[in-house]
């Protein structure tokens, strides 16, 4: 049997089609309403309690393992390692602005923006994030992986 001269071609052609088969359809994210209220509402919660100073809300919505990715520093592994970090963390107010929920009934994905200021109200800090959510089997959200980065030019 002879060989396509584009066998290659051909073959990535048909994953393509299949990955297009497997997705959900346009304009749909595969999280319901309630998924991405919960994510929203959760998110308003830890803002609110940070501010207050309360940072368990904070460290609670992260899995036990989770990776916390802050700039500057190397990557932060376990619930444990994010409370130290957060409680070291000075006295800042703290807003998220979420740009995005997406993903699937298992998985999402949170893309925005923050903003930290000093008690004075100036400002401190301003960046964006990205992170992983994931479904656990007592249908809550929980943070698996979070990154994040300032937009402020780095000071000497």
């Given at each position: 049997?002879k060989?396509?001269k584009?066998?290659?071609?051909?073959v990535?052609?048909?994953?393509?089609?299949?990955?297009?088969?497997?997705?959900?359809?346009?304009?749909?994210?595969?999280?319901s309403?309630?998924?991405?209220?919960?994510?929203?509402?959760l998110?308003?919660?830890?803002?609110e309690?940070w501010?207050?100073?309360?940072r368990?809300?904070?460290?609670?919505?992260?899995?036990s393992?989770?990776f916390?990715?802050?700039?500057?520093?190397?990557?932060?592994v376990g619930?444990?390692a994010?409370?130290?970090?957060?409680?070291s963390?000075?006295?800042?107010?703290?807003?998220?602005?979420?740009?995005?929920?997406?993903?699937?009934?298992?998985?999402?994905?949170?893309?925005?923006?923050?903003l930290l200021?000093?008690p004075?109200?100036?400002?401190?800090d301003?960046g964006?994030?990205?992170?992983?959510?994931?479904?656990?089997?007592?249908?809550?959200?929980?943070?698996?992986?979070?990154m994040?980065?300032?937009?402020?030019?780095p000071?000497?």
């Amino acid at each position: 049997m002879k060989k396509p001269k584009n066998l290659a071609c051909m073959v990535g052609i048909c994953h393509a089609l299949l990955l297009i088969s497997c997705t959900a359809p346009a304009g749909s994210s595969g999280l319901s309403a309630t998924d991405k209220e919960y994510i929203q509402s959760l998110t308003q919660t830890v803002e609110e309690n940070w501010n207050k100073g309360n940072r368990e809300p904070y460290v609670n919505r992260f899995t036990s393992d989770a990776f916390y990715m802050a700039p500057n520093m190397e990557s932060l592994v376990g619930k444990d390692a994010i409370k130290s970090f957060a409680a070291s963390f000075p006295e800042l107010k703290l807003e998220f602005t979420i740009g995005e929920i997406e993903g699937s009934s298992e998985f999402a994905y949170v893309r925005g923006g923050y903003l930290l200021k000093t008690p004075q109200d100036s400002l401190f800090d301003k960046g964006k994030f990205l992170s992983i959510w994931e479904k656990t089997p007592e249908k809550t959200w929980l943070l698996s992986h979070d990154m994040f980065s300032s937009d402020l030019p780095p000071t000497k």
